[in-house]
């Protein structure tokens, strides 16, 4: 294979998926580590994030079920990060959940890092 055999297409697609897992990894880095929410204002991340999520949303509009699938998943992270914000001091299962979904979206974050990777050697 060659670089011309794999479609810039396929890099920009995947580029936006690692973008929008780290913005919603760091969203809840944020909720868990008071030091990340002072050293990137929110209303940049949230920013950020929203130019992300809306990316990818147009270019998941040729696939519904994956759209749907990753709509779902952003949604399921911003309530929980603003679950987390609103909760009460002995909440324990926010906190759980917390753990449970960065650890999903690292699993993710190094698969796609590392498709991206080789899809740039090729």
Do not use: W
Not at 8 to 16: A, D, F, G, K, L
Not at 28 to 39: A, I
Not at 79 to 96: F, H, I, M, N, T
């Amino acid at each position: 294979m060659t670089a011309q055999s794999v479609p810039n297409q396929y890099i920009e697609i995947t580029e936006t998926f690692v973008r929008l897992y780290v913005f919603l990894s760091q969203t809840l880095d944020r909720c868990l580590d008071h030091t990340q929410r002072e050293s990137f204002p929110e209303k940049e991340h949230q920013a950020f994030l929203t130019e992300a999520r809306n990316e990818m949303r147009e270019i998941l509009t040729v696939n519904p079920v994956v759209k749907g699938k990753v709509e779902e998943e952003c949604s399921r992270v911003l309530a929980l990060a603003e679950s987390y914000l609103k909760r009460d001091p002995g909440q324990k299962d926010v906190l759980e959940q917390i753990q449970r979904e960065r650890a999903i979206l690292k699993t993710k974050l190094m698969a796609l890092s590392d498709l991206l990777a080789v899809f740039r050697a090729l």
